[in-house]
């Protein structure tokens, strides 16, 4: 038996079927009509921490931006880290063509702007090369991915969904599956105990936000006050697109055959941001049409226990709810 059926048949009908306040994101798995996050109000995640895991320096911007800026303005410490350095640049069209140092480069310099933009507090290149990260070590990557964890101390994190259908770029399922394994290695204590003697401790990961190609959606984020960070941040993403300068490049474009779109405005900046926002964000336009808000993302959410788990956080809830002190 897997353990997310495990948990559910506990609560399905047994003892722990009280907890249902706390087992509501494990139910959330299983429910039919995915569990929509709303705007909080204040900073009720302070003290919090997220990772936001990318292959490439446009995953992060354009899969999940709008949630990890949420998410920092609710009070998370953010980090971004990049697997690969960017060197195969993009399809034709998109970004700034450029030689394969033009594009470590280009990519370096706006992966950095990236974080600054959704407010993160640093960012890691871990410099693998682009396209190539299908026979890189993969216990090299955990490795490296838990010693972050445990640094950072990492509560949540956002990827690509190790378990996804339709993804062709090996560097995604890649750097996905060594999350997968270091969210649940990072918390044991047998796993590389020389990091120990470093100063680090034990920490699991057990929240997570997948992004997909083809997703299963489990959670939808209603991201319509973080969609000009979103935005802003593709706009960085100049090197490799899909936004960085499209809309300017159009616009100098229909100068040169002597039309202009009123959407792109009088000014390069604005015809980057309003092209982003017309064309790269008609996906979370779309969805957030789909599920009744303006603009939304979408994730495979594993919640806390739901896997890996070695101790059921439930339990603890159970105990501290109904210990009684001994006579
Ligand atoms: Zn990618």
Known sequence: MIRRNFIGN?????????????????????????????PVT???????????LQAHSDDVPLEAAGTVAKLIEEGYT???????????????????????????????????????????????????????????????????????????????????????????????????KAVEAACWMAGRAHDYPEQFAAGLAPKEVQDKYYFARRPEITRVVDISQQIDKKVEANRANQAKGPGGHLGSRLQA????????????????ATADRN???????????????????????????VAPGASGADRDLRVDAYVKEHAVSLK
């Not at 249902?20 to 299983?30: D, L, M, N, P, Y």
């Not at 204040?42 to 936001?52: E, I, N, R, S």
């Not at 990519?107 to 993160?120: F, H, I, P, R, Y």
């Open 78 to 176: 953010g980090y971004l880290v990049r697997a690969t350095n960017d060197d195969m640049g993009d399809a034709p069209g998109l970004g700034t063509p450029g030689t394969i140092g033009e594009n470590v480069l280009g990519n370096e310099l706006d992966t950095a702007k990236v974080a600054q933009v959704l407010g993160c507090e640093k960012h890691f290149d871990l410099n693998y090369s682009n396209h190539r990260m299908a026979d890189v070590s993969l216990n090299e990557v955990i490795c490296r991915l838990i010693f972050l964890i445990r640094l950072l101390k990492v509560d949540t994190v956002f990827c690509w969904d190790p378990w996804a259908h339709d993804e062709e770029n090996p560097d995604h399922y890649r750097v996905a």
């Open 275 to 301: 092209y982003i926002k017309e064309f790269v964000m008609a996906h979370n336009r779309e969805l957030g049409r789909q599920y009744g808000v303006e603009y939304a993302e979408v994730f495979h959410y």
């Open 253 to 268: 474009e229909l100068a040169s055959r002597h039309q202009r779109l009123p959407l792109l405005g009088d000014d390069d």
């Open 10 to 38: 506990l609560i399905a009908g047994s003892a722990l079927g009280p907890l249902a306040g706390s087992a509501r994101e494990v139910h959330e798995q299983s429910s039919a009509a995915p569990f929509l996050e709303r």
């Open 42 to 52: 204040g900073q009720p995640h302070k003290g919090k921490v997220l990772l936001a």
